[in-house]
T-cell receptor
Framework: DQQVKQNSPSLSVQEGRISILNCDYT??????FLWYKKYPAEGPTFLIS?????DKNEDGRFTVFLNKSAKHLSLHIVPSQPGDSAVYFC??????????FGAGTTVTVRA | DAGVIQSPRHEVTEMGQEVTLRCKPI?????LFWYRQTMMRGLELLIY????????DSGMPEDRFSAKMPNASFSTLKIQPSEPRDSAVYFC??????????????FGEGSRLTVL
């Protein structure tokens, strides 16, 4: 049962432009939403999170937006850099520890 | 600072053999997770330990899988007997209790298992 969905398997963006990654979820009981970044042959690395009681969280070039009525989450990366090329996983927490992950979006930043 | 350490990084074995994957969490972290990543199912939680006690093993596929955490600095995931469908990347992750609540986990580099 996929409770967190990333419908775009890949995204290509030019260096310096904005990257927008999207995520939809079905479980209204999720407490926190997160984005993880993963390079090949490495484990996922926590990037940014947002509590279910907020609608925006910003950390440097990364901003996460939460629209609870639409059950939609997005990650904005501005400006995109070559080092941002990776797989990005949307995730959500329920029951104090249970993380559900989306399938991932592969971002390629073109020079 | 050392992160989560997993071994082996790669394991190739034949069907029916026993496989043991190992994990050393970050010192001071009291929550430990085993995740599996496959093309079909993505990243899925296998088992969660808190203070060395298994809290949720509902993700363990079947009796062939077992996990232990004998102390705060070591955990194992064992598959016996292994089958080709067990081929996947197995990740260990650790966190503080607060980190587990908010989903902020520290993942190891993973153990890539291939069962022939």
């Amino acid at each position: 049962d996929q409770q967190v969905k990333q419908n775009s398997p890949s995204l290509s963006v030019q260096e310096g432009r904005i990257s927008i990654l999207n995520c939809d979820y079905t479980n209204s009981m999720f407490d926190y939403f997160l984005w993880y970044k993963k390079y090949p042959a490495e484990g996922p690395t926590f990037l940014i999170s947002i509590s279910s009681i907020k609608d925006k969280n910003e950390d440097g070039r990364f901003t996460v937006f939460l629209n609870k009525s639409a059950k939609h989450l997005s990650l904005h990366i501005v400006p995109s850099q070559p080092g941002d090329s990776a797989v990005y996983f949307c995730a959500a927490v329920v029951n104090d520890y249970k993380l559900s992950f989306g399938a991932g979006t592969t971002v390629t930043v073109r020079a | 600072d050392a992160g989560v350490i997993q071994s082996p990084r790669h394991e190739v074995t034949e069907m029916g053999q026993e496989v043991t994957l190992r994990c050393k969490p970050i010192s001071g972290h009291n929550s430990l997770f085993w995740y599996r990543q496959t093309m079909m199912r993505g990243l899925e939680l296998l088992i969660y330990f808190n203070n060395n006690v298994p809290i949720d093993d509902s993700g363990m596929p079947e009796d062939r899988f077992s996990a232990k955490m004998p102390n705060a600095s070591f955990s194992t995931l064992k598959i016996q007997p292994s089958e080709p469908r067990d081929s996947a990347v197995y990740f260990c992750a650790s966190s503080t209790y607060i980190g587990a609540n908010t989903g902020e986990l520290f993942f190891g580099e993973g153990s890539r298992l291939t069962v022939l």
